[in-house]
Structure formats: structure tokens, C-alpha cells
């Protein structure tokens, strides 16, 4: 594949090469008989962008929820419109109430949706309603809970109370994460690094699925609990550090945590520690100096980071994984319930910068929008949505805020390149950066390529679409 008139950075213009899934060539380069051709129009082509904290699985599923309940929904003919939604694998629906369609069950929901698993929560929270096909793929490996409504010996599809049931036997069927990967294609996002806690051998084994079928093209590391090795990670996958997650009203005893992180080097890995809170982040910081920093060890967040943690961050050489976007997203709250001497020192970034500190960013999706070109704008703009500035001075280059997603997911120091012998995973811009960087958050990918496949194509003759739609997302207190 040839791709013609691309701008490389600093502004060079050139064709790039690729056969196989590599770059092989860049300059002037003229297309070969029968070589298929991109033609760039003279948009900038970086390496493709790596989100490097989200949570796949997690957002999978808000992706896969559709509010079901008054006010959005109030007949029967739109809770049926909803249901329909495009899609494979399991559909969630939430704020379900008898004055929309009456009292549901397997009967009603299999003449809306015959053909894949759905459940209906009852806005109650107490009450699950199950189609057929979602009562086959629960019962297929789990024995019925007490709370599963029989009657003249067949389920009803009613289930009363059953939540720890309920999420015990969905791990077995974990949702299609097709939607995540085609969102985050379309941003341009090539690679990803899940720091989902819990992540084990069995999820492990979902995302290798999901991976080699497509669904989920981005290359993937896979972080998560002490216990997962190489060998659970099968396609191309790789393994990422071991991640304690830090609560301040229950913190672990000290030693605990400083095991966790020895326990990490021990077999190989860094370790990863949830701060999002001063006090996660002192106790976090005290407990990897105890241990002995390695290469690798990050502080995800760093969400209120005083001048003492940002020094002590330097010193003891850790990478800091952060959410630039949390400013716009969730900054009118903050300035309306954090303290207002906090407000500086929030989401930090020209501060680690200065210090020499390592910084990457991730979306932590789905607690953070998905889109990085909305998030490098926040990050070069420090506004909230009302348009209040919020930490004006850690405020980054648009080019410091591109750096952000161009870290090596394994070794962030590392800087991406496009360049002769890189892996061909790029995402080509609509636009020269001499624009893009005057407004990131309205750049459109044209196209995305990873391991030499074209993921994403919205080239002209193709509508090009922007997310506009947010992610459903959980509610999560503290400053992330
Ligand atoms: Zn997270």
C-alpha cells in the first residue's frame, strides 16, 4: 500500500510504504502496478494514537446500554425503537417502568429482539427482565438463582434480587467489544492499554478473541492483577504492570502495598497505582520508595498533585498516566466542589513536564470520553464546558499534548515515529498540523491503519463521522 502526499512531522511531505505491517519506505515514492493507493490530500500522518488507560470491557457495556425509561421513553413503540438498536452480542437496557410497556417478560422482549441477548433493568434497581436468548447464554453454565420466576415450569425471564448472580454469570459471556473498537478507530486510536484491576486469565482470553475476529483490532496491553503472565496473553497481546487500585477511606495496610509493588517486580512487571486523591497519591508514593522503584512504575491520575509529589515523582522516576479531558468534562464540578486551593494543582501537566516527569494519557473510558483530540484540546486550553479556566498554568504546547498518545505503551519514555521498519499502524489526518494544532478538538481521522490494515476509512466518497454521541457513564465520586 502506498500512501501519497502525506505530511510527516515537521512539515516534510512524502509517500510512506507499507507491505505487509510494516513501513518499509518513505519519500518520493510512485505507486507499483497494481499497489493499492491512499492519497493523503495533504494531511499530516502520525503514528497511530495509544490510549493508554481505558477499560474495555467496562465500556463495552455502557456502550451496549440504552435508557429505557420516562422521560426518553414513554411508549411501547419506542422502548421496541431502542431495543432494535444495531449491534451483536449483549444489549443492557436501564430505567425501565411498567407505564412504558407493562409488565415484561421473555414473550414480550423475544417479539422485539429475537436474535440477541438482552436484559431490561427495572429502574427500581431491584428487577431484571431476560429475553430467551439471554436466559440461554446465563443458564448455559450457571445454575438458576433462587430469584429466577418460574411458572408452569418455564422461566418467565423475571429475575428478583439476583445482581451478584447476575454479574457472576455474565463473565462467562463478556460483551462484543465491537463498538469500542470501531470508535476508537475512528479517532485514530491504534493501540490501547486496559488497567482494569481485575483483569485475569478469563478476560484475558476474551480480549485474545475479540482481537483475532476483528472486533477489537488495536494492538493491546493488558494490565491487571498480580496473577496474569505472558502466557495468558495469546494474539499479539502484551502484558502491562500489576495495578493496585488506591480507595482513601479504605487503604490497604502499608506493608500490603508495599509487597504489591515488590511482588509486581518479582515477576517482571511494573507496577501501576491508583491516585485519585492527595493522600492515594503520598501513600502510593511511600510505598514504591519502600519497594524500590522500577522501570516502568506509574501513578495513574495523579489527580490533586501538590509540588512535593510532583518532585518526589521525578526522583523516584515514575511515569504518570493522566486524563487531560477530566478539565472540560468534569471541571465546572470540581471548581464547584473541590476546595478552591486544590484547583491549581488538579490534573496536573506542564508541572510534571517541567520536573522531567514522564507523562502519557489515557481516556479512562467509560469515565472519560473516548475522543483524544477532545482531550489534547482540554489539555492546551485548561477550560471547563462553561468555559472557566481550571489550572490555567499547567496548560500544554498542542504539540506537548500530542506527545500524550505517541508514548510507547511499554516504554513511555519512548516517542513514536513514522519511519522506515515501524509497525504500519498510522492515523492520517483531514488536515495539515498547521491547522490541527490550532484546533484539536475539531480534527477529523481520514483514515486508520493498523498492522497495515485499513481500520477506518472516511476518506471523501466516505461520510466521515465525529462521536458525537457520549458514552453513558457510571457515576464515580472523588476528583476523577
Ligand atoms: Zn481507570
Given at each position: ?243 493496585l487500585h488506591l480507595h482513601e477511606a479504605e487503604l490497604p495496610?502499608?506493608?500490603?502495598a ?15 497505582i491508583h491516585c485519585a486523591t492527595?493522600v492515594e497519591l503520598?501513600f502510593a508514593?511511600?510505598a ?12 495513574e ?180
Open positions: 500500500m502506498l500512501i501519497e502526499n502525506a505530511e510527516l512531522e515537521g512539515g516534510v511531505h512524502a509517500a510512506i510504504r507499507i507491505i505487509g505491517e510494516t513501513i518499509t519506505a518513505i519519500g518520493a515514492l510512485s505507486p507499483r502496478p497494481g499497489e493499492p493507493v491512499i492519497d493523503a490530500a495533504g494531511g499530516l500522518v502520525l503514528p497511530g494514537l495509544h490510549d493508554h488507560h481505558i477499560h474495555v470491557a467496562s465500556l463495552a457495556a455502557a456502550l451496549a446500554s440504552v435508557a429505557c425509561g420516562p422521560p426518553e421513553v414513554t411508549t411501547a413503540a419506542e422502548f421496541a425503537a431502542r431495543l432494535r438498536a444495531p449491534g451483536t452480542g449483549w444489549l443492557r437496557a436501564t430505567g425501565y417502568h411498567e407505564s412504558v410497556a407493562g409488565r415484561l417478560d421473555a414473550d414480550l422482549l423475544d417479539e422485539m429482539v429475537p436474535d440477541r441477548p438482552v436484559r431490561v433493568q427495572h429502574r427500581s434497581g431491584r428487577m431484571w427482565f431476560l429475553n430467551s436468548a439471554a436466559l440461554d447464554a446465563l443458564l448455559a453454565e450457571n445454575a438458576p438463582p433462587p430469584g429466577l420466576e418460574r411458572s408452569g415450569g418455564r422461566y418467565t425471564g423475571r429475575l428478583f434480587d439476583a445482581d451478584a448472580w447476575l454479574q457472576r454469570a455474565l463473565r462467562g459471556t463478556p460483551p462484543s467489544f465491537a463498538a469500542v473498537g470501531a470508535r476508537l478507530a475512528r479517532a485514530g486510536v491504534t493501540g490501547l492499554t486496559d488497567m482494569t484491576p481485575a483483569n485475569d486469565a478469563v478476560i484475558a482470553r476474551h480480549f485474545a478473541a475479540e482481537h483475532a475476529s476483528g472486533a477489537l483490532p488495536q494492538r493491546i496491553v493488558l494490565a491487571g492483577t498480580p496473577g496474569l503472565t505472558p502466557a495468558d496473553m495469546a494474539g499479539g497481546m502484551t502484558l502491562g504492570a500489576a495495578k495496610a502499608f506493608e500490603a508495599v509487597a504489591f509493588v515488590s511482588g509486581a517486580h518479582a515477576t517482571g512487571r511494573p507496577a501501576a492527595e503520598v508514593l511511600a514504591i520508595a519502600e519497594a524500590g522503584a522500577a522501570p516502568g512504575d506509574r501513578i491520575h495523579a489527580s490533586v498533585a501538590p509540588d512535593s509529589a510532583v518532585g518526589e515523582i521525578a526522583r523516584l522516576g515514575l511515569a504518570v498516566v493522566t486524563q487531560p479531558h477530566f478539565i472540560a468534562e468534569r471541571g465546572d464540578t470540581y471548581r464547584a466542589e473541590v476546595a478552591p486551593a486544590l484547583h491549581p494543582i488538579l490534573y496536573r501537566l506542564r508541572a510534571f513536564r517541567n520536573a522531567g516527569v514522564t507523562l502519557a494519557a489515557g481516556s479512562d473510558a467509560p469515565f472519560g470520553g473516548t475522543d483524544p483530540w477532545t482531550a489534547m484540546q482540554a489539555a492546551t486550553s485548561r477550560q471547563t464546558r462553561a468555559g472557566a479556566p481550571l489550572g490555567a498554568a499547567e496548560a500544554l504546547t498542542p504539540e506537548a499534548a500530542l506527545d500524550l498518545y505517541l508514548c510507547a505503551p511499554r516504554n513511555l519514555a519512548m516517542r513514536r515515529r513514522v519511519e522506515a521498519g515501524a509497525p504500519a499502524d498510522l492515523c492520517l489526518l483531514d488536515r495539515p498540523w498547521s491547522r490541527a494544532r490550532m484546533a484539536l478538538g475539531s480534527v477529523q481521522v481520514r483514515a486508520t491503519v493498523i498492522g497495515g490494515r485499513v481500520v477506518h476509512d472516511a476518506r471523501p466518497g466516505n461520510r466521515p463521522v465525529h462521536d458525537a454521541r457520549p458514552v453513558n457513564r457510571p457515576r464515580r465520586h472523588e476528583t476523577r
